[in-house]
């Protein structure tokens, strides 16, 4: 990753209203390629409707959004799917009639417009992802009989089958214990050094101190702070909004302790 080169996604004044309250106000930033960027921030900030108005399920109502270089506002989402843009959800919904190994390969079938594959291609690369994620064991079961984690592996594993250059994840650690969270934080690492570029929200500090290189905080929809994960996690603002001086005492007194 070059520091001059352009930005693989930009954000430009992005606003989003819902009944005229503005969910995202006026947010800009840029993403680089090769980054792991995290989006951090009290519940209600809009961390969620910033994902889906990249991603094309929310229309703008102001500002832009470029992907390498070109608007995608106002694209739907199949289309930003198809030009390597591929998300999670916090509601992980997979499709209960089939088993893992189909699930993962419905995102090599629909995914981005270099990445389309015929059946069989598809399955490979199902296959490929599933072991990348540590689902390979489970392939041929159906997804009733998958765990809250795997589940969530199982969503990463959709998304990353489409071939995407940037994976938007959406909490994919929330619920999980912390032998679960440390699994899912290598599952991330190893997903990025196939060289897939990643922004993720979460509320677990110790995801954004390990494998974020920056961390941006919303709050009331806009940007409250942006920098470094250890320099974001010191600023008095983002206590103040966010991590509450609990969280802060800790850290000063026990850096290695999780936060919220």
Same mark, same amino acid.
């Given at each position: 990753m070059s520091a001059t080169a352009a930005p693989q996604l930009e954000l430009r004044s992005v606003t989003k209203r819902f009944g005229g309250v503005a969910a995202v106000? @006026?947010?800009?930033?840029?993403?680089?390629?090769?980054?792991?960027?995290?989006?951090? @921030?009290?519940? @209600?900030?809009g961390k969620t409707t910033l994902l889906n108005c990249i991603s094309g399920i929310h229309r703008l109502d102001g500002g832009d959004i470029r992907w390498r270089g070109d608007s995608i506002s106002g694209m739907p989402p199949h289309r930003i799917a198809r030009l390597g843009i591929g998300r999670t959800f916090q509601i992980v919904r997979p499709f209960g009639s089939m088993t893992?190994? =189909?699930?993962?390969?419905?995102?090599?079938?629909f995914g981005s417009a270099d990445a389309r #594959?015929?059946? #069989?291609?598809?399955? =490979?690369?199902?296959?490929?992802?599933?072991?990348?994620?540590?689902?390979?064991a489970k392939a041929r079961h159906p997804v009733s009989a998958l765990t809250i984690p795997d589940r969530k592996r199982l969503e990463v594993a959709r998304a990353v089958a489409t071939r995407p250059r940037l994976l938007l994840l959406d909490e994919v650690m929330a619920g999980l214990n912390n032998v679960e969270i440390d699994a899912a934080l290598e599952m991330v690492e190893t997903v990025h050094?196939?060289?897939?570029?990643?922004l993720l929200i979460e509320h677990v500090m110790r995801v954004i101190v390990g494998v974020c290189r920056r961390a941006i905080v919303l709050d009331f929809g806009q940007v409250l702070a942006e920098g470094e994960p250890e320099s974001v996690l010191r600023d008095e603002r983002v206590i103040?909004?966010?991590?509450?001086? #609990?969280?802060?005492?800790?850290?000063?007194t026990d850096p290695g302790r999780d936060g919220p």
């Amino acid at each position: 990753m070059s520091a001059t080169a352009a930005p693989q996604l930009e954000l430009r004044s992005v606003t989003k209203r819902f009944g005229g309250v503005a969910a995202v106000d @006026g947010v800009t930033f840029e993403v680089r390629e090769g980054e792991i960027v995290g989006i951090i @921030g009290p519940n @209600g900030a809009g961390k969620t409707t910033l994902l889906n108005c990249i991603s094309g399920i929310h229309r703008l109502d102001g500002g832009d959004i470029r992907w390498r270089g070109d608007s995608i506002s106002g694209m739907p989402p199949h289309r930003i799917a198809r030009l390597g843009i591929g998300r999670t959800f916090q509601i992980v919904r997979p499709f209960g009639s089939m088993t893992v190994r =189909e699930n993962a390969a419905v995102g090599a079938l629909f995914g981005s417009a270099d990445a389309r #594959r015929r059946p #069989r291609e598809a399955f =490979e690369l199902a296959d490929h992802v599933l072991e990348l994620v540590g689902l390979e064991a489970k392939a041929r079961h159906p997804v009733s009989a998958l765990t809250i984690p795997d589940r969530k592996r199982l969503e990463v594993a959709r998304a990353v089958a489409t071939r995407p250059r940037l994976l938007l994840l959406d909490e994919v650690m929330a619920g999980l214990n912390n032998v679960e969270i440390d699994a899912a934080l290598e599952m991330v690492e190893t997903v990025h050094a196939t060289g897939v570029t990643v922004l993720l929200i979460e509320h677990v500090m110790r995801v954004i101190v390990g494998v974020c290189r920056r961390a941006i905080v919303l709050d009331f929809g806009q940007v409250l702070a942006e920098g470094e994960p250890e320099s974001v996690l010191r600023d008095e603002r983002v206590i103040q909004a966010y991590l509450g001086e #609990r969280y802060a005492k800790r850290r000063r007194t026990d850096p290695g302790r999780d936060g919220p």
